[in-house]
């Protein structure tokens, strides 16, 4: 079957920095999403990893594992306006996407 | 400013009535999707168009009809309402294999 996981809820605080994981089992794998979404809002796109490594966009950054099957986004230098949703997705051999949960981030002041 | 938009905002429907949300884009994407989205879940897929003038059904279509008769326009109808269809309501579109998908705001759709 086709699976996605990751941490429902994570805490961190303002300023620090924050791995959010994601583990996939996907028929086929063409690449990884992340998304984020604030409450009540739309996803909007992140970052998307074909191959393996660290790809990093800013204070965000993505990196994926294939012959793991495992992603992570890392957010340095927290803002309270990372508060949000993020999402992980894995785009199978027929490009549809397989979404995670979600993980709800919260941040402390 | 380019975009999706969907129509209704919300709306609280009445168990048995039929229902078409809108959705429409003005970024000429080919590819053009409806999720459902439930708390504690993930994005479910229901139906999804690669080009006008095919659909194909994603991993929750029962209940839930599509039609893609030109590029823009993707409108989603429940032909029957049934409270477990209570939902939020996402449409998307994206440029093909590969690309993000672009998210409307979504609808939030009571069933009562």
């Known amino acids: 079957g086709q699976n996605i996981d990751q941490p429902t809820e994570m805490t961190a605080t303002e300023g620090a920095i924050v791995q959010i994981n994601c583990t996939y089992q996907?028929?086929?794998?063409?690449?990884l999403f992340w998304y984020q979404q604030h409450a009540g809002e739309a996803p909007t796109f992140l970052s998307y990893?074909?191959l393996d490594g660290l790809e990093e966009k800013g204070r965000f950054s993505s990196f994926l594992s294939r012959s793991k099957g495992y992603s992570y986004l890392l957010l340095k230098e927290l803002q309270m306006k990372d508060s949000a949703s993020y999402l992980c997705?894995?785009?199978?051999?027929?490009?549809?996407?397989?979404w995670g949960a979600g993980t709800k981030l919260i941040i402390k002041p | 400013i380019a975009g999706i938009t969907q129509a209704p905002t919300s709306q609280i429907l009445a168990a048995g009535r039929r229902m078409t949300l809108r959705c429409t884009q003005d970024?000429?994407?080919?590819?053009m999707y409806w999720y459902r989205q439930d708390l504690g879940l993930g994005l479910r897929l229901i139906h999804y168009?690669?080009?006008?003038?095919?659909?194909g059904k994603g991993e929750v279509p029962d209940g839930y009809s599509v039609s893609r008769a030109n590029t823009d326009d993707f409108p989603l109808t429940l032909a029957s309402a049934v409270p477990s269809q209570t939902s939020v309501y996402f449409c998307?579109?994206?440029?093909?294999?590969?690309?993000?998908?672009?998210f409307g705001d979504g609808t939030r759709l009571s069933i009562l």
């Open positions: 970024m000429r994407h080919n590819a």
């Open positions: 168009s690669n080009t006008a003038g095919t659909t």
């Open positions: 997705a894995a785009e199978d051999s027929n490009y549809q996407l397989i």
């Open positions: 998307a579109s994206s440029d093909g294999d590969g690309q993000p998908q672009h």
């Open positions: 990893n074909v």
């Open positions: 996907t028929s086929g794998f063409n690449g």
